[in-house]
């Protein structure tokens, strides 16, 4: 009875295409583009300029996939995503990477048919608020209005938050982050929540910053990280260690600027991650120089960061957790060897 | 002469046209099954092995996200199961205001046309005008967010008599708590209604047998109010004022009408209100002016024209027509979504889809939903259309 409801539901409702079997990486080679679905627009992770051009932390990751497989990080084609569209256009096939602040969590990892292929930002929930609320701790926040995007982590912690600190709230749910930003920039919410990179992004985004502020709390974990679909071991394997590559460079001091030197005259490691010697693009059926390609083209995981969210950014955030290991942040790539 | 018997030929099996008939029926019926079998079990094992579940257990599963608004008690540690009925409550609410408010929106638009007034012809036209060519969308959006830009904050908020406020949270009004003897107040609502209808069968019956007419409005009317308010009196005033209150950011207490509600609801009223306006017109256009010639050549006041003689034969027009704005309204209540009022479609489709990751499932219920819902629409207005159609003796 259950697997003939299942399969009426399943008949009337045929959401999903059946295109994407295994052969991801197969099928981009032929395409000569990769597939990558990024936010709808959120300033330092994916955002697109007035030329078309996308940029940032998480565009990064799309661009050094191409890097590796097509050897030019300019192959990606970008699908904007909302919050829930993500999970549904990556399990049909529709993309080849979900690269979009998504929350790595067990629920996504083991029912939704996916897996997540690594960190690229660790971030934490956090709270904004405008200053003449005169708030300055989350636990000021009883009987507040909560604006939130729809279909997030940020959903869950938010009610586990203020349900252990007995503290009362109105949650309004919005569909992008930029509607929640309107909410809250028209009243309709005294607080803005959603993971503390998104609430810089979003505050230089008011009208007036310095109007907001961003409470001290931080009431989860969030690592964020590229998502492939599950059954793809090959390319699975490419964008984890594509993620890696990044991160290794920087710890091995290599950078876009240094790439070539550290090739033809690196140390037997430099030289290793940079293509000499090796036959580590091999097996995982590209091309050898495939770390090159990112380190040049995209650059270190440390000039993303600075790039886009840094220093070298309107949002100016510090590395924090995402310094490399050694540096006192927990970004550590493993070996490439 | 010998004549040859005459035979009966009946022709061969395949020949026979009732057979073949039925055997392209058959054909047909089994390659639509194979259609649908095939896309089935291919969608099906396609999930499977990409390790995406299945199957309706998620429905008792604890949500643990919050809903702006419940018509039912709701909270994180509730199911997902539940967050339906929440959204489904919260559609229905959306819908039965909408479809009340348009009604009466359209119909006084749509007899305005018909004004000896200029002005308020011209203005029942622009309104129609104006809003049935401006997309839904739009109009959410502009009701939401400008006039929320419009409105103060919780702490400077409008008051009348400091009992009933709005602001940018909302219109927040005092509610009644029901103490003991509430009931009798209940029970003499019930049992002025049920006066109503047995006075409107009474009056019938007398005016048929006699001729004369009866005051039934004022009459109800009076039933209507007097006879509750008399069970307050007698009673003591059975309940007890919840007025709103303003702590912290917000008003505590009363009863909140949530901005995202007010949006929604206006635009839908408005959006819908110019096409039943437009309904209201062709119908009565489409009563004969002998009619109104007749009626009026028989002594008849022009008030009584209007309720005996177009508005029954209008209503042959018009019913069906509304028919289709309803279930247009209630579909078109999806729209919520943009500005997050938590109907079906936002808490269900939204929020457990993506927390759930069961797209098949819940894009199915959702679909079964607004099926069920807009066939019970029709069903109701298809037993008012037989009601008003034309009796032919």
Not at chain 1, 115 to 135: E, I, P, R, W
Not at chain 2, 213 to 224: A, D, E, I, R, T
Request: charged share 15%; glycine share 10%.
């Amino acid at each position: 009875m259950k697997r003939l409801t299942s399969v009426i539901a399943t008949g009337l409702a045929l959401g999903l295409s059946f295109g994407a079997q295994a052969g991801t990486l197969e099928d981009v080679q032929k395409r000569g583009s990769v597939s990558c679905g990024v936010s709808t627009g959120l300033a330092g992770f994916s955002q697109k300029d007035e030329n078309g051009t996308w940029s940032g932390l998480d565009v990064d990751v799309c661009r050094s996939v191409a890097a590796a497989v097509l050897g030019d990080a300019s192959k990606v084609q970008y699908k904007p995503l909302t919050a829930k569209e993500r999970f549904t256009a990556l399990q049909s096939g529709e993309i080849d990477i979900l690269s979009r602040n998504t929350t790595w969590t067990h629920t996504r990892d083991t029912s939704l048919g996916l897996n997540f292929a690594g960190v690229n930002y660790y971030d934490g929930q956090g709270f904004m608020v405008s200053k003449d609320l005169g708030v300055s701790s989350a636990l000021d926040l009883d009987g507040a209005a909560v604006c939130i995007q729809a279909g997030t982590t940020t959903e869950l912690n938010l009610a586990d938050y203020f349900r252990a600190n007995g503290i009362t709230y109105n949650a309004i749910t919005f569909d992008t982050s930029d509607q929640t930003r309107a909410g809250f920039e028209s009243g309709r919410c005294d607080v803005l929540t959603s993971d503390q990179s998104q609430l810089y992004a979003l505050r230089i985004g008011l009208k007036d910053p310095s109007s907001a502020m961003v409470l001290p709390e931080v009431i989860s974990k969030e690592p964020l990280g590229p998502v492939v679909r599950q059954g793809d071991d090959q390319w699975f394997n490419i964008v984890k260690w594509s993620v890696y590559a990044m991160v290794e460079a920087e710890f091995m001091g290599i950078n876009s600027a240094n790439a070539d030197q550290a090739k033809s005259q690196g140390n037997p490691g430099q030289q290793r991650l940079m293509g000499v010697d090796t036959d580590s693009g091999e097996k995982m059926g590209i091309s050898n120089d495939w770390a090159y390609n990112i380190v040049k083209q995209v650059g270190n995981y440390g000039e993303s960061f600075e790039r886009n969210v840094g220093q070298g950014s309107p949002l100016k955030i510090s590395r924090g957790l995402n310094a490399q290991w050694n540096k006192g942040g927990i970004m550590y790539s493993s070996p490439v060897r | 002469m010998s004549e040859k018997p005459q035979v009966k030929s009946s022709p061969s099996f395949f020949n026979n046209p009732r057979n073949r008939s039925i055997i392209y029926q058959l054909l047909l019926l089994f390659g639509l099954g194979y259609f649908f079998y095939s896309i089935i079990s291919n969608t099906l094992a396609n999930m499977e092995a990409r390790g995406i579940q299945s199957g309706y257990d998620f429905l008792f599963n604890t949500a643990g996200f919050d809903i702006l608004m419940s018509l039912i008690p709701y909270d994180a540690t509730n199911t997902y199961g539940r967050t339906f009925i929440v959204g489904l409550l919260n559609t229905v609410l959306v819908s039965i205001i909408g479809i009340i408010l348009s009604t009466i929106v359209g119909f006084i638009m749509g007899v305005a046309h018909f004004s000896h007034n200029l002005l308020i012809r011209k203005l029942a036209t622009a309104y129609v005008e104006t809003f049935r060519n401006i997309p839904l969308l739009l109009q959410i959006f502009f009701w939401y967010f400008a006039v929320l830009a419009a409105l103060p904050s919780a702490r400077q908020s409008m008051s009348l008599g400091e009992v009933i406020f709005l602001n940018v949270r909302g219109l927040y009004f005092p509610g009644l708590t029901p103490e003991g003897g509430a009931s009798v107040v209940y029970a003499a609502i019930a049992a002025a209604i049920i006066g109503i209808f047995v006075l409107k069968r009474w009056a019938k019956k007398r005016q048929d047998d006699t001729g004369q007419q009866f005051p039934v409005l004022w009459v109800s009317l009076g039933m209507l109010f007097g006879l509750p308010l008399l069970a307050l009196i007698v009673m003591g005033f059975p309940f007890a004022w919840d007025i709103p209150y303003l702590k912290g950011f917000n008003f505590r207490g009363g009863v909140t009408v949530i901005p995202e509600l007010m949006a929604l609801a206006l635009a839908l009223t408005v959006y819908t209100g110019a096409f039943i306006a437009e309904a209201v017109r062709a119908g009565i256009q489409a009563v004969p002016h002998g009619q109104t010639e007749a009626a009026r050549s028989i002594g008849l006041k022009e008030g009584k024209i209007m309720k005996l003689i177009i508005v029954p034969q209008a209503m042959r027009v018009i019913v069906p027509l509304l028919n289709s704005e309803y279930q247009s309204l209630v579909k078109n209540s999806t729209l919520a979504t943009a500005i997050g009022y938590p109907d079906l479609f936002t808490v269900f489709v939204g929020t457990t889809l993506n927390q759930t990751g069961q797209a098949i499932e819940i894009v199915f219920m959702t679909m079964a939903v607004y099926f069920v819902v807009n066939m019970t629409i029709s069903f109701l207005m298809n037993r008012l259309n037989s009601s008003v159609a034309l009796t032919e003796r």
